[in-house]
């Protein structure tokens, strides 16, 4: 109801009936352009609309081309430089260092890290064993690699 609303004070209280898919096109895009809504919230709109008018109405608006879509932003992963990695390594120290250590280094997930046991380390393979969460059985085996000679 609240899309309906809208496109109702939009169009300055014009009657859903006497507007067709030129007055929802001019909606859509002024929700795109003029109030910079998500893409997700156009959508929304957009299907408010087409019930509003397919089901309700049982009116045919056919296609909408020229509607001015909202913009997904692209989202960039943040990624660290070696330096950056060793610096926030840096201001860690003990058991938080060594959590840091194996969820960055190992791959290892929170719940599996935290569940670690002293029997889970295999000393002559460099490996530890990571078990299921409320299991006993093996999930996988995390190969670790000798620390360098200097």
């Known amino acids: 109801m ?5 496109l109702i004070f939009f169009h300055r209280k014009r009657h859903p009936k006497e507007m067709g898919s030129s007055e929802i096109e001019q909606f859509l895009s002024w929700l795109a352009v003029r109030r910079r809504v998500s893409a997700s919230t156009q959508n929304h709109a957009l299907s408010a609309l087409l019930f509003l ?76 064993v990571v078990r299921q969460e409320k299991d006993t059985r093996i999930a996988r085996r995390c190969c670790l690699s000798p620390p360098k000679r200097r």
């Open 2 to 6: 609240s899309w309906i609303r809208r």
């Open 53 to 128: 008018y397919r089901r309700v109405r049982q009116t045919d608006l056919g296609t909408l081309p020229t509607v001015v879509r909202a913009r997904t932003p692209e989202r960039l992963p943040v990624v660290l430089s070696r330096p950056e990695v060793a610096a926030q390594f840096k201001q860690l120290a003990g058991t938080m260092r060594l959590i840091a250590l194996l969820l960055y280094g190992a791959g290892f997930r929170v719940g599996e890290c935290l569940a670690l046991r002293t029997k889970d380390l295999d000393v002559d393979r460099v490996q530890i």
